[in-house]
């Protein structure tokens, strides 16, 4: 037996933390396998970050340019938020009817034409439109590349998934970056009700630090305002940038249509070679019981949870430490909105390596923990400056990875079976379903927090940013430790029951050409060739006897 018995019969080596150097050459034999595909889903996901990112900084410029006060811009977010959870449940509905690369290259066409329109709206009534269609195209993205990268890589997704959502984090790094050089940031509010009153602390707390800033320059009417105005330069260079992915997409549409399939997709279907039609029907219907709905169930509760937060920081951090913090500047706010993305990003980095050694269901108990810690530091040492910037900084780093990990929980616990059987059983894309139902369920929850808690805060003051982060933080708890339990059930007696029968399985000389899946330190096609010859030797010594 050239595999030992105790590497085939752990389940965990398969899809866990493998820390040996098999699991790191196994994943890079994967991504050099899918590299064109995954390159292209990183880049769809960069520009996807990008937009997303780019209405917070340009939001006083469109303001001025539509003759829109702020308090009534703010609600552009709630509408481009909105429509980004249509898209997203309308995804996993398309997916059974068109291919998920044509989905997407049609979406970013759709994404690209839309900033390059946004310029031109006048009203606030045409820029809600436009931002309303673009946000849902963003949402079909959102679920589509999700499931695409889950497709590509099943249970091994957690590092690919950690690198997607990385790409995403950069994204939105790059999108104020890009837009700063162009931007006034004029506050047109006087110009338009020639008042300040009746807004809320919120916005008063903004308007009264971009007076800081702009108060000797502000002009005096809008026709100035607009004449100054240069943001349609940076919507110019962002639509431009969709170009070169747009591109990338029809590359990947023309590859998937004239490539035969992989042979490599053997390695992808280890787990379920030696299993009966019999058994996979069992797998399938396991994982589509109430115990599979509840994991996906715990699994959108947890993202509802975690992109409310991480909208809540995103958006309200910055008010909320102008009014916490006596004589914060608008500079040390906004590099503490800045900080808080900058550790966002950091965090994903770090996951992308992380989860080769760390099993994500472990990874997830870590970010929720960490996430709890920071609330909890922010909730006793607030009012401290330095321990706002660090708390904020944790926050970042831990609510970062928490998307993918939960994606790539669902994914290992999820057992999939072979496209034909499923295809046989009417219910070919159960996985694009649940993953739709988890992009939606953040989705929602990236709506509604920054709406429902900026209107409390009018109400009960900044206590309700740390009430709700404690709260959200108590539930994510709740919701992993249920998680946990259930997506865990059965592996004990699956472990038990399939013991015999992998290792068989693994060992026979039919299934010799499996070996590159779990030999430690030799390349897949080497180990490939040497177990090739082995097994025509052992049939010609077989042959001789014979």
């Known amino acids: 037996m050239t595999i030992s018995e105790e590497k085939v019969t752990n389940k965990g080596f398969l899809y866990d933390n493998l820390t040996t150097p098999t699991q790191q050459a196994y994943f890079r034999h994967l991504l050099w396998t899918h590299r064109h595909a995954t390159f292209v889903y990183c880049a769809v996901f960069c520009s996807f970050g990008m937009c997303i990112a780019f209405l917070g900084p340009t939001l006083w410029d469109l303001a001025c340019q539509t003759s829109t006060p702020i308090s009534t811009m703010t609600w552009v977010f709630f509408v481009q938020s909105l429509f980004i959870m249509l898209g997203s449940l309308s995804g996993g509905q398309l997916l059974y009817f068109f291919y998920a690369s044509r989905l997407n290259l049609f979406c970013m066409a759709m994404v690209c034409l839309t900033l390059a329109i946004i310029p031109t ?258 909730a006793t040492f607030g009012h401290n400056r330095a321990a706002l910037y660090f708390g904020t900084s944790l926050a970042g780093i831990f609510i970062s990875s928490t998307y993918p990990m939960v994606i790539s929980v669902v994914e290992q616990r999820i057992n999939h079976v072979s496209r034909k059987l499923l295809r046989r059983l009417a219910v070919d894309l159960f996985a694009e379903t649940a993953i739709s139902f988890i992009v939606v369920a953040a989705a929602i929850g990236e709506t509604l927090y920054p709406v429902l808690v900026g209107h409390l805060f009018d109400t009960y003051g900044w206590s309700v940013f740390l009430i709700f982060g404690s709260v959200t933080c108590a539930g994510m708890i709740v919701a992993s430790l249920v998680l946990r339990q259930l997506a865990f059930k059965r592996r004990k007696a699956d472990h038990s029951d399939q013991r015999s029968s992998s290792v068989a399985g693994f060992t026979s000389g039919d299934n010799q050409w499996k070996l590159p899946l779990l030999e430690a330190t030799k390349r897949p096609s080497k180990v490939y060739q040497t177990a090739t010859a082995n097994e025509h030797e052992q049939q010609h010594a077989n042959n001789k006897q014979n």
Not at 205 to 223: D, G, K, R, Y
Not at 245 to 254: K, Y
């Open 121 to 378: 709206c006048g009203t606030i009534y045409s820029l809600a439109t436009i931002l309303a269609i673009m946000g849902f195209h963003l949402g079909i993205i959102d679920t589509t590349v999700n499931v695409s990268i889950i497709n590509l890589y099943q249970k091994h997704v957690a590092p690919f998934a950690a690198t997607l959502h990385f790409c995403y984090g950069f994204g939105a790094f790059l999108s104020p970056i890009i837009a700063e050089p162009f931007l006034k940031n004029f506050d047109c509010t006087q110009l338009i009700d020639n008042s300040t009153s009746n807004t809320s602390w919120i916005e008063q707390s903004f308007l009264s630090a971009q007076w800081e800033e702009i108060v000797h320059n502000q002009p005096t009417n809008m026709a100035d305002v607009q004449e100054q105005l240069k943001v349609h330069i940076a919507f110019q260079i962002m639509s431009a940038l969709q170009v070169p992915v747009i591109l990338l997409l029809i590359s990947l549409v023309f590859k998937e249509k004239f490539t035969p399939k992989s042979t490599d997709e053997a390695f992808f279907t280890t787990d379920y070679q030696n299993i009966s039609p019999d058994s996979e029907v069992t797998e399938l219907l396991d994982s589509t019981s109430l115990n599979g709905k509840t994991v996906i169930a715990m699994a959108g509760l947890i993202l509802f949870f975690a992109d409310g937060l991480q909208a809540m920081f995103g958006s309200l951090i910055f008010s909320y430490s102008r009014l916490t913090v006596k004589n914060l500047h608008i500079s040390e706010a906004a590099t503490l909105n800045a900080l808080f993305w900058g550790f966002f990003a950091i965090g994903r980095i770090m996951a992308i390596f992380c989860t080769i050694h760390i099993i994500p269901i472990c990874l997830l108990f870590i970010n929720i923990f960490g996430t709890t810690l920071a609330m909890l530091f922010l």
